[in-house]
């Protein structure tokens, strides 16, 4: 690896088409007038796997890194036998990220989140002192802390109180990772909130969620696992959605497999799913609305705390902007599909009854959307579906293992002042 070089691209503004140079961290055309994505171009328009000794960055000719850090691993794909049997389906393909060693696959912190994490990390320049600033609902965090604390680069994470129990690690962390968390009763929305205001700070940068192609190109490593394995593009992508940049990532990378022509040339349909009764997504899509419907805050923050997938509830997602999930849905003939607490958790047991791993809430979400659409007759028993496993293996992970649980320095009330908070996290680092 030590002839590792970084992949040639340039970037691509979705709303106008304008081609321009990445300038280290560029998150937005500061030349368009409407909310938009921008695009990584690759100049490698086949993509040449690497071996496995490079973990996730086996997929570095489609990754905008810099470097190659250490510890990572990369999704593994692999054609189901008894779940595909029982659902009655002749090409059911697993794509799964989390800590399942029989699988060939080893995510210490159990989530795909990781394939954001070291691929956000590794655009990041080496000499870069300012602090990432990250906020998540918790496996984002977990994820983060994870590569951060491995990789020595400053980090300041912002999490509801209610979901701090999901910022465990098999091994201390390094004091480069910092959390702050907003009260009790807050939501992914207040975190975000709280760490706008950190940013206010010039010592501090956003790490920039969907906007970041590093972000969006790491999690579409899990397509391109797929892609490689199976030999073909899936003719159906399923996938519980907080924010739906992953669903993006994946009608981005299955455009560049289009590109590369060895693939085919179809369009997956992306069949997204919520969880019930956080669905503001369900909700737009069904009134055919681009734009996102009110959503009173406090039913928000209510409906948050009632379904068991708290990782998919963000109020405020990428998904009427240019190149966002909107366009995504339409332009692969996709729809959004709602599982309630009690679908999923059939759904949980089912999988680690039939493929041998235990599943977070959300990959349950799918996959219970998924045997709703079996069920409902409205998907090709022969069709080739990849089922998006976006997190697994927590029990074997944390078997025999001592935990350590990230506490935050400081837990802020909802309404805070802004001052506040930048003088209290300058003073953290």
Same mark, same amino acid.
């Given at each position: 690896?030590?002839?590792?070089?970084?992949?040639?691209?340039?970037?691509?503004?979705?709303?106008?088409?304008?081609?321009?140079?990445?300038?280290?961290?560029?998150?937005?055309?500061?030349?368009?007038?409407?909310?938009?994505?921008?695009?990584?171009?690759?100049?490698?328009?086949?993509?040449?796997?690497?071996?496995?000794?490079?973990?996730?960055?086996?997929?570095?000719?489609?990754?905008?890194?810099?470097?190659?850090?250490?510890?990572?691993?990369?999704?593994?794909?692999?054609?189901?036998?008894?779940?595909?049997?029982?659902?009655?389906?002749?090409?059911?393909?697993?794509?799964?990220?989390?800590?399942?060693?029989?699988?060939?696959?080893?995510?210490?912190?159990?989530?795909?989140?990781? /394939?954001?994490?070291?691929?956000?990390?590794?655009?990041?320049?080496?000499?870069?002192?300012?602090?990432?600033?990250?906020?998540?609902?918790?496996?984002?965090?977990?994820?983060?802390?994870?590569?951060?604390?491995?990789?020595?680069?400053?980090?300041?994470?912002?999490?509801?109180?209610?979901?701090?129990?999901?910022?465990?690690?098999?091994?201390?962390?390094?004091?480069?990772?910092?959390?702050?968390?907003?009260?009790?009763?807050?939501?992914?929305?207040?975190?975000?909130?709280?760490?706008?205001?950190?940013?206010?700070?010039?010592?501090?940068?956003?790490?920039?969620?969907?906007?970041?192609?590093?972000?969006?190109?790491?999690?579409?490593?899990?397509?391109?696992?797929?892609?490689? /394995?199976?030999?073909?593009?899936?003719?159906?992508?399923?996938?519980?959605?907080?924010?739906?940049?992953?669903?993006?990532?994946?009608?981005?990378?299955?455009?560049?497999?289009?590109?590369?022509?060895?693939?085919?040339?179809?369009?997956?349909?992306?069949?997204?799913?919520?969880?019930?009764?956080?669905?503001?997504?369900?909700?737009?899509?069904?009134?055919?609305?681009?734009?996102?419907?009110?959503? +009173?805050?406090?039913?928000?923050?209510?409906?948050?705390?009632?379904?068991?997938?708290?990782?998919?509830?963000?109020?405020?997602?990428?998904?009427?902007?240019?190149?966002?999930?909107?366009?995504?849905?339409?332009?692969?003939?996709?729809?959004?599909?709602?599982?309630?607490?009690?679908?999923?958790?059939?759904?949980?047991?089912?999988?680690?009854?039939?493929?041998?791993?235990?599943?977070?809430?959300?990959?349950?979400?799918?996959?219970?959307?998924?045997?709703?659409?079996?069920?409902?007759?409205?998907?090709?028993? +022969?069709?080739?579906?990849?089922?998006?496993?976006?997190?697994?293996?927590?029990?074997?992970?944390?078997?025999?293992?001592?935990?350590?649980?990230?506490?935050?320095?400081?837990?802020?009330?909802?309404?805070?002042?802004?001052?506040?908070?930048?003088?209290?996290?300058?003073?953290?680092?």
């Amino acid at each position: 690896m030590e002839n590792f070089k970084p992949t040639k691209y340039t970037l691509s503004c979705v709303a106008t088409g304008r081609e321009f140079e990445d300038q280290e961290w560029t998150l937005e055309d500061r030349e368009c007038k409407t909310p938009s994505l921008v695009r990584a171009l690759y100049e490698k328009k086949q993509l040449e796997v690497k071996s496995d000794e490079y973990g996730f960055y086996k997929y570095c000719d489609w990754l905008p890194v810099k470097r190659i850090l250490s510890g990572s691993s990369a999704p593994v794909t692999y054609r189901s036998e008894e779940l595909a049997k029982y659902l009655g389906l002749s090409n059911l393909w697993i794509t799964l990220s989390g800590y399942a060693p029989k699988h060939g696959v080893k995510m210490s912190t159990c989530s795909f989140k990781e /394939t954001e994490a070291y691929s956000v990390c590794a655009r990041i320049d080496e000499n870069e002192d300012r602090v990432l600033v990250v906020a998540s609902a918790g496996n984002t965090a977990r994820a983060f802390a994870r590569v951060c604390s491995d990789n020595n680069i400053k980090l300041l994470l912002a999490v509801p109180s209610d979901n701090l129990d999901a910022l465990w690690f098999t091994e201390p962390l390094n004091d480069c990772v910092k959390l702050i968390a907003c009260d009790k009763g807050g939501d992914y929305f207040d975190a975000i909130n709280l760490s706008n205001m950190a940013l206010k700070s010039s010592k501090f940068y956003a790490e920039g969620g969907a906007k970041n192609i590093a972000r969006r190109d790491g999690m579409a490593t899990t397509v391109m696992s797929a892609v490689t /394995t199976i030999g073909r593009i899936p003719d159906y992508y399923f996938q519980a959605v907080g924010s739906g940049t992953g669903a993006i990532a994946a009608w981005e990378a299955n455009m560049r497999f289009i590109e590369d022509g060895r693939y085919g040339d179809n369009l997956m349909k992306l069949i997204v799913s919520q969880n019930a009764p956080f669905v503001p997504m369900f909700d737009a899509w069904r009134a055919e609305s681009r734009e996102m419907l009110p959503y +009173d805050a406090k039913k928000a923050r209510r409906d948050a705390e009632l379904i068991d997938a708290k990782v998919l509830s963000n109020r405020r997602p990428p998904y009427g902007l240019a190149g966002g999930l909107y366009d995504a849905l339409k332009a692969t003939g996709g729809d959004v599909v709602v599982a309630t607490n009690a679908q999923a958790r059939r759904a949980c047991k089912l999988f680690k009854e039939l493929e041998g791993v235990d599943i977070y809430p959300a990959p349950g979400v799918a996959l219970a959307s998924l045997i709703k659409m079996v069920e409902a007759g409205s998907i090709d028993k +022969d069709a080739c579906i990849m089922l998006n496993i976006t997190g697994a293996g927590e029990e074997a992970a944390k078997k025999n293992r001592e935990l350590y649980y990230l506490k935050p320095s400081k837990v802020f009330p909802l309404t805070v002042d802004v001052d506040e908070v930048v003088s209290y996290v300058e003073s953290l680092f």
